[in-house]
């Protein structure tokens, strides 16, 4: 089953190679890379003290960045700029114990940007500190928010938006946020939303005219409802969705045009598309793709430059799969969608995505249960060899202490009677 707090990121480069970042527990924050055949190497150490608070992004350069919380509570930044794996302290913790701080990172031509969660007078104040020219800004907090929700991100101008959810007491306030080209502070905030009710969810898209698209989830005393909004226009807010049934994980995703929005159910995915910003709204339809995770997906590669999603439902299957992306699969669905019969077609052939995800995780785990018994084997190897070097070594201590004791053994003194019978030959003796 989906678990949203199972962070997972896929970067792909300019040339298409794919890298997954992800936390494992009893090692850390790791990295891996995807063959050509499609098989995952062995994930690579990133740092060993990292928890499970992180954010990874490629630059436009293909060059690695991720932002960190570390065991003891320190938020830490680091990077591939030299051909290494680099990191350096952002800020420190005077609680040796740590707790979500919900950190990201945005990566400018000039500037990195470090956004996270603290507690402050018993409320949540989001923060933000910047990289500019090598030297790193003084904390600088932003605003109180209800809960933890925020987003962030950026803009083809290389502006920095900020979505955020606050309260007077009376209202929850949906809030947006523009950064100043110094780095200073946040312009101040445009209301977007208000309501009586709790704002649980925020997401949004970025369309190739640069125009932004939110969604966010209101709710209340058994009711969810999720709204969508075109920040570009003045229209007021309509309804994706309204239930007395949790809605599940959502998200908004953009291809090439088509706003996709998506809910994730135990394993299943739920669609509604609009090809015209947002106006209208297809019905929703069963995604014929078995879903257990959602990816944050950052990519260079040319045929992903339509693409802007925070996540995208997808798998491992076969490396990793991510939903929407296929126009073939999309054009599929929809005539499906007209022509009956669909939803026993759709039935089937998310059972069998299901089935072979199922077949993958069971590859994927004995391939490492086969790569624990390797290194358990490497592990006796080296101790049988030291066994070996040891035993060789006494065997040879053994052998020179028995030498160096024969050495220095006193000899033996000649017997006088017997030399003096010997040589007069006395009565009684044997001597010829």
């Not at 104040?125 to 925020?150: F, N, W």
């Not at 698209?213 to 709204?227: L, N, P, R, T």
Request: hydrophobic share 35%; net charge neutral.
């Amino acid at each position: 089953m989906y678990n949203p707090e199972q962070k997972q990121y896929i970067l792909k480069n300019s040339l298409g190679v794919s890298y997954h970042v992800y936390f494992e527990q009893g090692r850390g924050l790791c990295i891996r890379m995807l063959s050509d055949s499609r098989i995952w190497s062995r994930g690579y150490v990133l740092d060993k003290s990292a928890i499970n608070d992180f954010s990874a992004v490629l630059d436009k350069n293909d060059i690695f960045h991720f932002f960190f919380q570390t065991r003891d509570g320190k938020l830490v930044y680091g990077h591939g700029m030299h051909g290494q794996i680099e990191s350096r302290p952002i800020l420190g913790s005077k609680d040796p114990t740590p707790w979500p701080k919900y950190v990201s990172l945005l990566v400018m031509e000039k500037a990195v940007l470090f956004f996270y969660v603290i507690r402050y007078q018993n409320r949540y104040m989001i923060s933000m500190q910047s990289i500019d020219e090598g030297k790193l800004s003084r904390p600088v907090a932003i605003d109180y928010i209800e809960g933890t929700y925020h987003l962030t991100f950026l803009d083809k101008k290389e502006k920095c938006h900020l979505f955020y959810v606050s309260t007077d007491k009376s209202k929850y306030h949906l809030y947006h946020r523009i950064l100043k080209d110094d780095f200073s502070t946040f312009n101040l905030p445009v209301k977007i939303f208000s309501t009586h009710h709790g704002i649980r969810f925020i997401s949004a898209v970025l369309t190739e005219a640069d125009k932004i698209h939110i969604a966010f989830e209101v709710s209340g005393d058994e009711f969810y409802e999720i709204m969508h909004k075109n920040l570009s226009t003045d229209e007021s807010s309509e309804t994706l969705y309204k239930s007395k049934t949790a809605p599940g994980h959502w998200g908004l995703v953009y291809n090439s045009g088509v706003i996709f929005f998506f809910r994730v159910v135990h394993e299943n995915i739920y669609l509604k598309s609009s090809e015209n910003n947002g106006t209208t709204w297809s019905d929703e339809i069963l995604y014929p793709l078995a879903n257990n995770v959602c990816f944050s997906y950052t990519s260079n590669y040319p045929k992903d430059e339509n693409i802007f999603a925070k996540e995208i439902p997808g798998n491992f299957s076969r490396g990793y799969q991510l939903a929407f992306l296929n126009e073939e699969k999309i054009k599929s669905i929809q005539h499906r969608k007209t022509s009956e019969p669909s939803n026993r077609e759709i039935t089937c052939c998310s059972n069998l995505e299901k089935k072979i995800l199922a077949l993958q995780n069971l590859t994927d785990n004995m391939q490492k249960e086969l790569t624990k018994l390797w290194l358990t084997q490497k592990n006796f190897e080296k101790k049988l060899e030291h066994l070996s070097r040891s035993y060789s070594e006494l065997q040879e201590q053994i052998q020179l202490r028995s030498v160096n004791d024969y050495n220095e053994e006193p000899l033996s003194e000649p017997l006088g009677d017997a030399s003096e019978t010997a040589q007069t030959g006395e009565p009684g003796s044997n001597n010829i």
